[in-house]
């Protein structure tokens, strides 16, 4: 079983502050996490990736996440939020290791206030 | 690659009527998921397939939700008879490994359906 707790639903953030989207996860088995995010009238997009290895994770568009297993979060960042930066984010595990369904995270809402 | 491509953007039917979602995943991709998304529940997944065969439809909420996957290059999520409650985003996904989710999964832009 695995599941995903994603902190706030809404997020607001001034253009040049630091982003910080917390998620926490569930699972029985070593997980593989992901964050995605999802701009309007779009389809999900792979940010970035934990499998296996170094536990900072760098994605595009300069966010970074860090696998850390005895809090059980995996946590996204940015240093210094863009307008663009304004959309929907969703972290997602699934355990490792042959088929191993995704489990999404509730999302959350990023707003960068000029 | 033109990317996932799921038609139509946009439906809406009426309750009771037969509803088709398509789904063309990009070529090579051996894996397809379909997803509904809503406010309340989130992403949730509906059926994977690989090698055109489905592995797992645990997330079909029901006899009135089918899907098939007739070859490598098409998909369909079939309603019947639609209801207000499916009223929801569906997405396809497309991802090039086997098994598993631990590599990219490629989204479509989603079918908006809206059951009236």
């Known amino acids: 079983a695995q599941s995903v707790t994603q902190l706030g639903s809404h997020v607001s953030v001034s253009e040049g502050a630091l982003v910080l989207l917390r998620c926490n996860y569930s699972?029985?088995?070593?997980?593989?996490l992901f964050w995605y995010v999802q701009y309007p009238n779009q389809g999900l997009q792979l940010l970035l990736k934990?499998?296996?290895?170094?536990?900072l994770v760098k994605g595009i568009n300069g966010f970074e996440a860090e696998f850390k297993k005895s809090e059980t979060s995996f946590h996204l960042t940015k240093p210094s939020a863009h307008m663009s930066d304004a959309a929907e984010y969703f972290c997602?595990?699934?355990?490792?290791?042959?088929?191993?369904?995704?489990?999404f995270g509730i999302g959350t809402k990023l707003q960068v206030i000029p | 690659d033109a990317g996932v491509i799921q038609s139509p953007r946009h439906e809406v039917t009426e309750m009771g009527q037969e509803v088709t979602l398509r789904c063309k995943p990009i070529?090579?991709?051996?894996?397809l998921f379909w997803y509904r998304q809503t406010m309340m529940r989130g992403l949730e997944l509906l059926i994977y397939?690989?090698?055109?065969?489905?592995?797992?439809d645990s997330g079909m909420p029901e006899d009135r939700f089918s899907a098939k996957m007739p070859n490598a290059s098409f998909s369909t999520l079939k309603i019947q008879p639609s209801e207000p409650r499916d009223s929801a985003v569906y997405f396809c996904?497309?991802?090039?490994?086997?098994?598993?989710?631990?590599?990219?999964?490629?989204f479509g832009q989603g079918t908006r359906l809206t059951v009236v």
């Open positions: 070529s090579g991709h051996n894996s």
């Open positions: 699972s029985s088995v070593p997980p593989y």
């Open positions: 934990y499998t296996t290895g170094a536990t």
């Open positions: 996904a497309s991802s090039p490994r086997g098994q598993g989710f631990w590599t990219e999964a490629f």
């Open positions: 997602a595990v699934s355990g490792s290791g042959g088929y191993q369904k995704v489990t």
């Open positions: 397939f690989n090698n055109n065969v489905p592995i797992d």
